[in-house]
């Protein structure tokens, strides 16, 4: 920008509410779901929105799911759920963030 300004939008995040439930499926829709992402990728589903919805019913820690805001609009969200990496016979419990 010109004179050395710089612009920036300030996010702030904040603990997710039920009532924020159906927002942040939309927006993880809309970011999950364009034209051969999976082929491109190789990796994920459809279904990402769907997953949310379960994560906070079965394992998500709902303390730490989080909705990034703009202005007041939900913009992002972020979820944490516990999770176990086995390997033979040794186990480690581990936080997934998604």
């Known amino acids: 920008m010109p004179g050395g300004m710089e612009s920036f939008m300030e996010i ?7 009532e924020d439930y159906r927002r942040v499926e939309e927006i993880t829709r809309l970011a999950f779901s364009y034209p051969d992402r999976i082929a491109r990728g190789g990796i994920g ?9 379960e994560l906070r019913q ?8 989080l909705t990034a805001r703009i ?8 979820i944490c759920s516990r999770a176990v990496v086995r390997l ?3 186990e480690l419990p581990v936080l997934n963030l998604g």
Do not use: K, T, Y
């Not at 990402?48 to 919805?53: C, K, R, S």
């Not at 079965?58 to 799911?65: A, F, N, V």
């Open 12 to 18: 702030c995040a904040f603990q997710e509410q039920e």
């Open 45 to 53: 589903c459809p279904h990402e929105h769907w997953m949310v919805h």
């Open 58 to 65: 079965r394992d998500g820690i709902l303390p730490l799911s």
């Open 71 to 78: 202005q007041g609009n939900i913009v992002g969200h972020l």
């Open 88 to 90: 033979a016979e040794w």
